[in-house]
């Protein structure tokens, strides 16, 4: 089983998804290095992140 991680925004819309991760850690750290990108990005209309979420797909992992 592959994990995937969603970043969302305060209106729960959902900002980036991705995934293929062999375990959850991998998905949070991986969706928690992203938005962290996200949020210092100097643009002016970047999002506001809300929530940083981890899940689970019936794939097999990519990555590794």
């Given at each position: ?15 980036k998804r991705d995934g ?13 290095e992203v938005a962290k ?28």
């Amino acid at each position: 089983m592959a994990w995937f991680y969603e970043i969302r925004s305060s209106s729960y819309a959902v900002l980036k998804r991705d995934g293929g991760l062999p375990t959850q850690d991998a998905a949070k750290n991986a969706g928690r290095e992203v938005a962290k990108k996200m949020k210092n990005s100097r643009q002016p209309d970047r999002p506001d992140i809300g929530r940083i979420m981890a899940g689970q797909n019936g794939e097999k992992p990519t990555r590794y």
